[in-house]
C-alpha cells in the first residue's frame, strides 16, 4: 500500500510540473531590457497614446511621401465623373501587367476569381455571393470606374486603399482590363509608347555605362 | 479474461456467478451505449430540408440568377446594401419591378415616385442596371425571393455534403476514448475481484500460499556496491547537466507561445478552408519591416456580408453561435450596425496579442523576405493554414535564421540589382549559385546594430 502512494505521489508531482508548461503565457527573458524596445512599437500598447493604441491614423492633412491627391468624390456623382474622364498615369507595359497580376491574385482573385469571371473561391464556397463578371453589360466598367471602386468600394465591396499604393492599383486596373478584354473575347492593346520603350532591354546592352548613367540621373533627381 | 471467469464459475461457488454476470452486464451496457450513439448520428445526416414550391418562375433558376447577380447587395429575408427582397412582389408591381431592375437609374431621373422613396431610403445608392436580364429571368428570381423563410430546422439539411462526414468522426473520438478507459478500469476491477476470490479459495481448501523470504533491501545493496555508485553518479551528473543546459537555452525562446486572443480569429477557416492570401490581410509584410495586423476595415472587406458562419464551418470544439459571436465582437469594435447596415463611429481598439516577437537588438524585415527573396510565409510561420489558433511555429532564433541563410540560394533572376554582384561573388566562390550567408547574410552588422 505504501509503495503505490509513493507512486501516486510521484505521478502527481511529475504531472503538476508539465501541467504549469503553460503556452498561453511568453517565456523568460535573459535580459528583458536588451529585448525590450525602447522606442515604441508598432500595434504596441502604450499609456501615451489614446486608447493605448500606437497604431492611429495619420494625422489630419498630413500627405504621404509619393502620394497625390485623388479628386473624385465618392458618390454617385464622382463615379460616373471617373467612369468618364479618369485616365490610367502607369504605362501599360508587359512588366506592370504581371505585377498586377500578382496583386490581382492576392486580393481580388479571391472573389472575382482568377479569371475576372466573378467565380472567386469564395463565390464557390457560397461565402460572398453576387460577384459581377467584369464584362457585366449593365456595370460596362472602364479603367477610370475599376480605379474609382477600388479606391472608394462599391455596395458590399470595401475600399482597398488601405492595402495598396496609387502605382499598384493602376497596375491592378491594367490587369483588369485585360481580362475584361479575354471574357469579351477582344484584344488587349498595351500602349504605344510602352512598346516603344521596353525597359527591360536596354538596361543589358552596357551595364557599366548604364550605371554611370542612372547614377547621374539620381544626383540629378536629388538636387530637384 | 471473460474465459476464466467461465472456468471458475463452472467449478465454483454461486457468489462467482453472480460477480461474472455483473461483469457481463457492464459490458453488455458499453455494448449499448455504443450502439446508442450511431443510429443518433445517422439521423442527423439523413434529415434534409423540404423543399417548398410556389408558382411562376422557375425557383431553381431564379436561384442560380439572384446568387450570382443580386446577391451582392440583397439578401432574401434580412436587408443588406439594399432592401431584403423577400415580399418584394407585394410592395410592387411586377411591371414596375422589371423597369426597375433593369434600369433604376432611368426610373429615378424620370421621377417616378415609388423609385425616387426608394432611392432616398437607401442613401442615394444606385443599383445596377441589368438589361441583360428579359422578364422570364425576372419571374424567376421573383419566385426565388418569394420562398418564404424555412424554419429554423433547416440548419442541418442545408449543409453541404461535406460536412456530415467530418462531424461524425468527431464525436465518436472522445466518446470512444471514454468508453475504453470505462473498458480498463472494469477490467482492473474484475482482476481484483478474480485475485481475492482465489485467495479465499485457496484459504478454504487449506492452500498455503508461499511468503517470499526475507532478502537485503536493494538499497542496501546498492549503498554496498562503490562502483555501481561511482557510474551512477557520474551517469546523474551528465545527465542533469544535459537537462539543466537545455533549460537555459530554451530562456528567451517562444517556441509554441499561443497566447489566447481577444478575438477568436481562426486562420485555418480564413487561409485554409477559404484560402485568402496571407497577403491580403498582412499586405504591409510586401513592403515594409512588419508585416502588420490587418486593421479591422480590412475584416470588413467581406465581414460587411457574411454576419455569421455558414453551418458547415462550425466543428466539434466551436459551435456556430461561438463563431457568430466572434464576428459580434469584430462588429462592436468596428462599430458596424448590421441592422442598419452602417458604421455608428463608435468603435474600440481590438489588443490583440503579440505572437512573433524578435528582441530589439535584432533586425528583420518582412519586405526583404516576402517580396525580394519570395519566401514563402510557411516557410517561417508554419502550416498557418491547418492552425485554428495561431502559435509561434519556429523558435526565432540566431541559430535558426542563420541555417536558413546557409541553405537558401539567393533568388537573382529579374533582379538587376543582383546581376553584377552574383557574377563577381560566383567567380570567387566557384558555384553558381549564391546562399544568403555567401551574400554576406552571415555579417553581425547584418541585423545587429
Excluded at chain 2, 383 to 410: D, K, S
Amino acid at each position: 500500500m505504501k509503495s503505490t502512494l509513493e507512486i501516486i505521489a510521484v505521478v502527481a508531482i511529475v504531472m503538476s510540473m508539465v501541467s504549469c508548461q503553460k503556452d498561453s503565457k511568453p517565456n523568460y527573458q535573459y535580459m528583458p531590457n536588451m529585448y525590450e524596445p525602447v522606442g515604441y512599437e508598432p500595434y504596441g500598447d502604450y499609456p501615451v497614446f489614446p486608447g493605448g493604441q500606437e497604431a492611429m491614423l495619420p494625422a489630419e492633412g498630413s500627405v504621404p511621401r509619393g502620394w497625390m491627391p485623388y479628386d473624385y468624390k465618392n458618390s454617385n456623382v464622382g463615379y460616373q465623373l471617373a467612369k468618364d474622364s479618369l485616365k490610367n498615369p502607369v504605362q501599360y507595359t508587359a512588366e506592370n501587367l504581371e505585377k498586377g497580376k500578382a496583386l490581382y491574385g492576392i486580393y481580388c482573385a479571391i472573389c472575382h476569381g482568377d479569371k475576372g469571371n466573378g467565380k472567386g473561391h469564395l463565390v464557390k464556397r457560397e461565402k460572398i455571393l453576387g460577384v459581377p463578371s467584369y464584362d457585366d453589360i449593365g456595370r460596362a466598367i472602364t479603367q477610370g470606374s475599376i480605379y474609382h471602386v477600388m479606391y472608394y468600394g462599391i455596395n458590399s465591396m470595401g475600399s482597398y486603399a488601405a492595402q495598396t499604393s496609387i502605382e499598384e492599383r493602376w497596375q491592378i486596373v491594367q490587369y483588369v482590363q485585360k481580362l475584361k478584354a479575354d471574357l469579351e473575347g477582344k484584344p488587349f492593346t498595351v500602349k504605344e509608347e510602352a512598346v516603344l520603350t521596353p525597359p527591360a532591354v536596354e538596361e543589358h546592352v552596357d551595364a557599366e555605362a548604364h550605371e554611370d548613367a542612372t547614377h547621374q540621373e539620381t544626383t540629378n533627381n536629388n538636387a530637384h | 479474461m471473460p474465459k476464466n471467469l467461465d472456468d471458475n464459475s463452472t467449478y465454483n461457488m454461486r457468489q462467482v456467478k453472480y460477480r461474472n454476470s455483473v461483469a457481463k452486464v457492464l459490458i453488455l451496457g458499453t455494448v449499448f451505449l455504443f450502439a446508442l450513439f450511431n443510429p443518433v448520428m445517422a439521423q442527423d445526416e439523413a434529415a434534409t430540408a423540404p423543399v417548398v414550391a410556389t408558382s411562376g418562375g422557375d425557383i431553381a433558376k431564379g436561384e442560380a440568377l439572384f446568387k450570382s447577380l443580386c446577391a451582392a447587395c440583397h439578401k432574401r429575408y434580412k436587408k443588406m446594401t439594399g432592401p431584403a427582397l423577400f415580399g418584394v412582389t407585394e410592395r410592387h408591381s411586377t411591371e414596375w419591378l422589371y423597369s426597375w431592375i433593369k434600369n433604376s437609374a432611368a426610373m429615378v431621373a424620370a421621377g417616378d415616385a415609388e423609385a425616387i422613396a426608394i432611392y432616398e431610403e437607401y442613401n442615394k445608392t444606385a443599383m445596377n442596371a441589368f438589361p441583360q436580364l428579359t422578364n422570364t429571368d425576372i419571374d424567376d428570381i421573383l419566385a426565388y425571393v418569394s420562398v418564404p423563410k424555412a424554419a429554423p430546422a433547416p440548419v442541418v439539411g442545408q449543409a453541404p455534403v461535406g460536412s456530415g462526414g467530418d462531424a461524425s468522426g468527431g464525436v465518436s473520438s472522445t466518446v470512444i476514448l471514454g468508453l475504453l478507459a470505462l473498458v480498463f478500469l472494469m477490467l482492473v476491477v474484475v482482476l481484483f475481484l478474480v485475485n481475492k476470490t482465489l485467495r479465499r479459495f485457496a484459504e478454504l481448501n487449506g492452500l498455503q500460499i508461499p511468503e517470499n523470504e526475507k532478502r537485503t533491501p536493494i538499497w542496501k545493496a546498492f549503498v554496498q556496491n562503490q562502483f555501481l555508485i561511482l557510474v551512477s553518479t557520474v551517469f546523474l551528473l551528465l545527465v542533469s547537466g544535459y537537462f539543466v543546459y537545455g533549460f537555459f537555452m530554451q530562456v528567451g525562446v517562444d517556441q509554441g507561445y499561443q497566447p489566447i486572443q481577444p478575438i477568436h480569429y481562426s486562420h485555418k477557416i480564413h487561409a485554409g478552408d477559404n484560402k485568402i492570401e496571407c497577403k491580403y490581410c498582412h499586405s504591409s509584410a510586401r513592403v515594409s519591416k512588419t508585416s502588420g495586423i490587418p486593421s479591422l476595415n480590412v475584416c470588413m472587406n467581406c465581414h460587411k456580408s457574411i454576419s455569421e458562419v455558414a453551418d458547415a464551418t462550425a466543428t466539434e470544439e466551436y459551435s456556430k453561435s461561438f463563431y457568430d459571436g466572434e464576428i459580434q465582437k469584430l462588429y462592436k469594435a468596428v462599430g458596424w450596425d448590421a441592422d442598419s447596415q452602417s458604421y455608428t463611429g463608435k468603435s474600440e481598439p481590438v489588443k490583440w496579442v503579440r505572437i512573433h516577437n524578435l528582441p530589439d537588438f535584432a533586425y528583420f524585415n518582412h519586405s526583404q523576405h516576402v517580396s525580394v527573396a519570395g519566401v514563402e510565409c510557411q516557410k517561417c510561420h508554419g502550416p498557418v493554414e491547418e492552425m485554428e489558433i495561431m502559435y509561434q511555429y519556429a523558435p526565432l532564433t540566431m541559430g535558426w535564421c542563420i541555417n536558413c541563410h546557409r541553405e537558401t540560394n539567393v533568388k537573382v533572376e529579374g533582379n538587376a540589382y543582383y546581376d553584377k554582384i552574383h557574377e563577381q561573388l560566383s567567380k570567387k566562390y566557384g558555384v553558381d549559385k549564391l546562399t544568403a550567408a555567401q551574400m554576406g547574410g552571415l555579417e553581425c552588422g547584418k541585423c545587429h546594430y
